[in-house]
């Protein structure tokens, strides 16, 4: 289990396939904020959830210049049913083999129903413009959580 990047941190980098196959790279956002948010499973009902309230949100974010990118394990092809069928409006990467969910410590031990196993710990960080880990949210619930989000990217950008 990778270390959670925490504020003031550099950012670990990425080059990972959004859903329509397209290779996306941290540094493809310099001068930008970036939302990174990691998910277990695309169509479940906490991440049907958050990535709606992202997507209700979008154009907030994007007046404050701030890209939104979901991360799960899920498929492209998987991520582009999700898209549809709720008209979500945010990115999504895919990432199979867990390399950027690690970097960002996001896999980690869970537990449910007495049982233990490896997953996807929901979790958020926000990145600044020049690459640096401006905050992070370890533990998610989902419901309410982009709000939040966006409340703290408007104290962190003084709007």
């Known amino acids: ?9 550099p950012a670990p980098n990425f080059s ?5 196959g397209n290779l996306v790279s941290l540094s493809d956002f310099n001068n930008q904020w970036v939302v990174i948010y990691f998910y ?3 169509d479940t009902p906490g991440c049907t959830t958050e990535a ?7 154009q907030e974010f994007s007046q404050l210049e701030a890209k939104i990118l979901g991360v799960s394990p899920d498929s492209g092809k998987a ?12 990115t999504l990467l895919s990432d199979p083999e867990h390399k950027l ?20 710990a929901r979790s958020t960080f926000l990145i600044s ?7 992070a949210w370890p533990n998610v619930k989902a419901k309410g959580h982009a709000q939040a989000v966006l409340q703290k990217l408007q104290e962190l950008t003084n709007i």
């Open 1 to 9: 289990m990778s270390n959670i990047p925490q504020p003031g941190q």
């Open 16 to 20: 990972t396939p959004d859903q329509n």
């Open 40 to 42: 277990p499973k695309d």
């Open 52 to 58: 709606k309230d992202f997507t209700e949100l979008y």
């Open 79 to 90: 991520h582009c049913k999700f898209i549809d069928k709720h008209s979500l409006s945010i």
């Open 101 to 120: 969910i690690e970097a960002y410590g996001a896999w980690r031990l869970k537990k449910f129903m007495g049982k233990e196993y490896m997953g996807v």
């Open 129 to 135: 413009p020049d690459g640096i880990i401006a905050y």
